[in-house]
């Protein structure tokens, strides 16, 4: 059982910054591939980023390559989400999730743990 905490969400105006983390329990933080992931109102939740369990290896949305950057420390049990020059359609609630996998998958279905989700408003 894996639970997940996000902080770091609220509100910017275009062209700024946030940090989100994704905080774990459990000593088997190591074992999941991780991903955050987004979801607008009236939209379907889409992938945002994902990261290896060692952390060696990151995937990015087309829509936020550049910009975005995941990372995570093993030691801390933590998950981050680096988010620059944020553009108003960045709006949106996100979520961390945890799978039990080798590799990053985008695909929100097969993610075994999900987070309550933090709010992230961007103002143009």
């Known amino acids: 059982q894996v639970q997940l905490v996000e902080s770091g969400g609220g509100l910017v105006q275009a062209g700024g910054s946030l940090r989100l983390s994704c905080a774990a329990s459990g000593r088997t933080f190591s074992m999941y591939a991780m991903g955050w992931f987004r979801q607008a109102p009236g939209k379907e939740r889409e992938f945002v980023a994902g990261?290896?369990?060692?952390?060696?290896?990151?995937y990015y949305a087309d829509s936020v390559k550049g910009r975005f950057t995941i990372s995570r420390d093993n030691a801390k049990n933590t998950v981050y989400l680096q988010m620059n020059s944020l553009k108003p359609e960045d709006t949106a609630v996100y979520y961390c999730?945890?799978?039990?996998?080798?590799?990053?998958?985008?695909?929100?279905?097969?993610?075994?743990?999900w987070g309550q989700g933090t709010q992230v408003t961007v103002s143009s």
């Open positions: 999730a945890a799978d039990w996998s080798i590799v990053v998958v985008r695909d929100t279905r097969a993610y075994d743990y």
């Open positions: 990261i290896s369990r060692s952390g060696s290896s990151t």
